[in-house]
């Protein structure tokens, strides 16, 4: 089996979906490799160490994915890049299968097997596949460095002989895996951390980082039978809304990482909350992609309101390119070692395991995940 990683082709994408690293333990199951040349540029991997580690580097597409059976990526690829894997072949990344339908439905008609990571089931086994605990660990790192960055003040209490310095305030909206991290590293570097979160079982693992746990108290449901937040009702979200607006006033920095699967982002922050909050503030938004959890955040910029600074990065897992690499590559790799069989370079697709059976999106030329059968879904 020949595994080919194309040059990622969308704007800002700095990632790629084979390290050196990768490479050598792809080879060790009996794969051959094939890399695009400059795949690996912007995350800091030269053409030459993919070759020392085994793998063929071609100098276009076509070049790359001739004779591949399996296409890696970061990105969804269009349609035209696939289509150079032939009927059968299998393309693996986070293919975003909640947008845009019609991508699927050209996969389809191709005869290629789509599947989605970020769709990889929360079982023991499919731990070290998890691609979005991956990359969310390092936006949740990066977001607190980001808001460092654009803080006018320190983070730690210092005490000097020109006097005291108090440490910042940091509050963190969402206790997902990215929220989790951003308050371990905002203890690290010093800050007062705090957080919410409509889960109240996250409440004592963040209370374990030392930050303190504000939530509205309810009897809703607030999670799904994967671990992920629910939408909650309307009531819910207006006392959600008036504990958030009380305790931002208070704050120096406010990271906001709330996502609810399939939908737009919910927003928490509004404008006026942020006219609340004090000048030199900063607001880190980690959902911007999704339509952002502050009604001022801007795709993919950084700006300034009443003195607050509003970080919008919509990949905040991009900004830290090599690391984030790493860790994406060694999830694909094991998710192709499960798939592994008796022979070296064999893969069995057993479409009763759910590691294929929940991320698989097109099979045999249809459509089969229920997110994009559903009629409300993926369009």
């Known amino acids: 089996m020949k595994i080919a990683v194309a040059r990622e082709r969308d704007p800002g994408e700095t990632r790629v979906a084979a390290t050196p690293d990768s490479v050598r333990r792809l080879r060790a199951l009996g794969h ?22 085994g ?5 276009g597409m076509a070049e790359t994915l001739r004779g591949a059976g399996v296409l890696l990526s970061v990105r969804r690829p269009d349609a035209e890049i696939t289509a150079c894997l032939g009927e059968g072949g299998m393309v693996v990344g986070m293919l975003e299968p909640y947008r845009d339908r019609s991508g699927f439905e050209a996969f389809a008609r191709q005869g290629v097997i ?15 596949m998890d691609v979005l605990s991956s990359q969310s660990n ?6 607190v460095i980001e808001a460092a960055a654009h803080l006018p003040r320190a983070m730690p209490m210092m005490m000097t002989a020109a006097g005291t310095i108090a440490p910042a305030k940091l509050f963190v909206i969402g206790a997902g895996v990215a929220g989790l991290q951003a308050i371990a590293t905002g203890r690290r570097l010093g800050a007062v951390a705090s ?16 930050a303190d746990f504000v939530m509205v108290e309810s009897d809703e449901a607030a999670e799904t039978e994967g671990g992920y937040a629910r939408e909650m009702s309307e009531e819910h ?3 959600q809304s008036e504990l958030v607006a009380r305790h931002v006033t208070k704050q120096d920095v406010v990271i906001t990482t709330a ?10 922050l509004s404008a006026e909350m942020v006219r609340s909050m004090r000048a030199g503030s900063v607001v880190v938004d980690l959902a911007t992609e999704q339509g952002g959890n502050c009604e001022l955040s801007r795709p993919d910029e950084v700006v300034s309101h009443g003195g607050v600074t509003i970080v919008g990065h919509t990949c905040m897992a991009c900004r830290l390119p090599a690391d984030a690499s790493a860790m994406y590559a060694r999830n694909l790799v094991s998710f192709l070692s499960a798939l592994s069989g008796p022979q070296p ?20 030329g249809a459509l089969i995940h229920p997110i994009l059968l559903d009629d409300g879904e993926g369009k």
Do not use: F, N
Request: aromatic share 4%; with cysteine; proline share 5%.
């Open 259 to 268: 996502l609810v699967p399939g939908r737009p982002a919910p927003r928490l």
């Open 55 to 59: 793998a063929e580097i071609g100098a």
């Open 345 to 364: 370079g064999e893969l069995v697709l057993d479409w009763d395991d759910e590691l294929l059976s929940e991320t698989a999106l097109t099979r045999d």
């Open 32 to 53: 051959a490799v094939g890399v695009e040349a400059g795949s690996g540029c912007a995350a800091g991997v030269a053409d030459e160490q993919y070759r020392e580690a």
């Open 195 to 210: 957080a919410t979160d409509v889960r109240p079982a996250v409440k004592e693992q963040v209370e374990s980082l030392g």
């Open 138 to 143: 390092l936006a949740g790192y990066q977001a």
């Open 114 to 128: 789509a599947v989605a990571m970020e769709l990889m089931p929360r079982i023991s086994r499919a731990q070290s």
């Open 237 to 239: 979200r207006r006392r």
